[in-house]
């Protein structure tokens, strides 16, 4: 048998990234930048109020707060006259006097002259005078200009995955469109004489056709941008015909229930003028028959996996996963593993790498990760568990048993709400 690692380090090989595309920033979420994103101008682009409040001179103010007295002992009250009201958004220039104020929205530009805004809190909020209880220093409560950004700072470098923060700064600096690392195109085919599309009633012998709805989901999570053909004859003719229209428009294809004994050579020789698939024996459980081979012209990644739908999501996961983060240009494309303590003992098949699905939780009290398997021996088969798993429990192939409350590294899947 070829080992696992053997088998990744051959497919992921075959990774090929998509040339770097210029998209709308509102379809660039989640892809990773292209370019270094440089900035043409500053960001505020205006010294501009941080709050709702007045626009002061901070000298005017200084006195705040503080007991003054007239000659004669009298308390004096700090008021200024408010001498106008700027809104967010204005373009009239205005300029504040000595000892004046001027109301202020929250990014309003401030007057000429001001160097501070004063909290509405920090006086009596009157409108045509206000007393002030408070001072302020220069530059409380205001935006710079270019506080945030300078013209010629890199605003998104180059390999930053586009969240919501990045498209947030890519529009307020300017820039409507980004160039990116577009989505590898992935097309799932389904094969078998016994498969039904879920809109049909399964007749005698017939099942559902699971795996191209799993798989290309599977691929979605991925980050591909995914064409699910769906159920496609076993017809030599109406297979090559349908498998040579997804390689001009894939850059990788996955076909489902098509591996081992006749049905594999008999795939294998319709599609033997595209290119050779070999079909192998790796050392993992489940998914351990799978086929893989370059087709077509552009020698695009092809995969044959089983057509039990939790081996062929496992094998997707091992896989087919890698190679389309690679191809997104993810400099990490394996799943996060952390060690975890099982709550229950565990047996796998010896030999080959198990992967096993499981519940992974964490412990209240003292942090640590723990683990629970889901099924059994002889349950590689059920989709139940797999759909309840946020995990896998990855073991060497030298591991056949695991004792309660010994350690094992577990892969993370999801993460549950």
């Given at each position: 048998m070829?080992?696992?690692?053997?088998?990744?380090?051959?497919?992921?090989?075959?990774?090929?990234a998509p040339r770097p595309v210029r998209v709308a920033i509102s379809e660039a979420q989640g892809l990773l930048c292209a370019e270094d994103v440089v900035t043409e101008r500053p960001l505020p682009g205006f010294d501009q109020a941080a709050i709702d409040g007045y626009a002061v001179r901070?000298?005017?103010?200084?006195?705040?707060g503080a007991e003054i007295r007239d000659e004669d002992g009298n308390p004096i009250d700090l008021t200024l006259p408010v001498v106008g009201e700027v809104a967010a958004g204005s373009r009239q220039p205005n300029r504040l006097q000595p000892r004046q104020t001027v109301r202020v929205d929250t990014g309003a530009p401030l007057p000429t002259l001001a160097d501070a805004v004063l909290p509405l809190d920090f006086t009596d909020g009157g409108r045509a005078r206000i007393e002030v209880y408070e001072p302020v220093r220069s530059g409380d409560y205001v935006r710079r200009i270019g506080d945030d950004v300078q013209p010629g700072d890199i605003a998104v470098r180059a390999g930053t995955i586009i969240g919501a923060a990045q498209v947030g700064l890519l529009a307020a600096v300017g820039r409507d469109?980004?160039?990116?690392h577009p989505r590898p195109r992935l097309s799932v085919i389904s094969i078998?004489?016994?498969?039904?599309?879920?809109?049909?009633?399964?007749?005698?012998?017939?099942v559902y056709d699971v795996n191209s709805y799993a798989l290309a989901a599977a691929a979605r999570d991925a980050g591909a941008d995914v064409n699910r053909v769906g159920i496609v004859s076993a017809d030599p003719a109406r297979l090559r015909d349908v498998v040579e229209g997804q390689l001009v428009r894939s850059e990788v294809v996955v076909i489902a229930g098509a591996v081992g004994g006749w049905a594999s050579e008999q795939i294998r020789e319709a599609l033997s003028d595209l290119g050779e698939l070999e079909i192998a024996r790796?050392?993992?459980?489940?998914?351990s028959v799978q086929g893989f081979?370059?087709?077509g012209r552009d020698e695009v990644p092809t995969f044959l996996l089983p057509s039990n739908?939790?081996?062929?999501?496992?094998?997707?996961?091992?896989?087919?996963?890698?190679l389309v983060r690679i191809a997104l240009g993810r400099r990490h494309p394996?799943?996060?593993i952390v060690r975890a303590r099982t709550i229950m003992p565990i047996t796998s098949m010896p030999g080959r790498r198990g992967y096993l699905r499981a519940q992974l939780m964490r412990d209240e009290q003292t942090g640590e990760y723990l683990v629970q398997p889901l099924g059994g021996n002889g349950s590689s088969h059920l989709l139940s568990t797999l759909a309840e798993a946020n995990s896998l429990i990855v073991l060497d192939p030298d591991v056949t048993e695991v004792r309660t409350g010994d350690e094992v590294p577990v892969a993370f899947l999801a993460q549950r709400g």
């Open positions: 070829r080992s696992v690692e053997d088998q990744q380090i051959k497919v992921t090989a075959a990774a090929v901070s000298v005017d103010v200084q006195g705040a469109k980004v160039l990116v078998g004489g016994e498969l039904v599309d879920i809109d049909r009633t399964p007749g005698p012998g017939q790796v050392a993992m459980h489940p998914g081979g370059r087709l739908p939790v081996g062929a999501l496992v094998v997707f996961e091992v896989m087919v996963r890698p394996m799943r996060r």
